[in-house]
């Protein structure tokens, strides 16, 4: 069976920092998330808010540095980091990126962590859960055919989206275009009738001003 699908993670689910503590798993393996899930929300949220104070903000305030691997959605530790076997061109120091430097709370955390998830969605690729000091896996590889179909599927999402957006601008063009058309015949219509009333007055004066030649 894809791997994807059959590795287990304990669930962190408890307030309580002591039971997260032994819940929340420092090396877990590759695991789907489904983003319209209310269980796997509450799952993210539980772990953000727990990795946030006992992982990012002790780093930050220590100025230990930790690694995001965009390749698959997880944190490596620096002393990690060298066996982690994530690609250097897909990894980065959390400190070199501005948007998760600008992060202040677990909610702020967790929001960017979403929008990370919808952002990979968008672009047809698997979405994971987060973790921290996960070994390297090879999405590719990893894929089923239903993955392979939620790719090829997001893909034409995002080429549907752009389409649209393109219809959208030209149909806002050709209305402003028609609208333009349409005060310019409605001027050209008023000179018209201007003209023409003008041109009957005119008529109308010289048949009654015009001598009549007797008969």
Known sequence: MNRLRTTTVEKH????KKRLE??????DSIRLFELASLDHTQELKTWCQFHWEATFRRA????NVIYYHDCCMCFSKRGFLKKSGHPILQSCSIAKMPTLVQVKTHEEFYTWIRNKLQ???????????PSINRFHIDMEDSESESDTETQSL????????QEKNEVEEKVRRLSTENQVLLASSKDWMLKYIQLSQANYAEEESDYFWTPIKPG
């Open 154 to 161: 997001g893909k034409r999402y995002s080429k549907l989206l």
């Open 60 to 63: 930050i305030e220590t100025n």
């Open 13 to 16: 689910c408890s307030p309580r």
């Open 119 to 129: 952002e990979k969605q968008r672009q047809g690729q698997n979405v994971v859960f």
């Open 22 to 27: 032994s819940s929340v798993s420092k090396s």
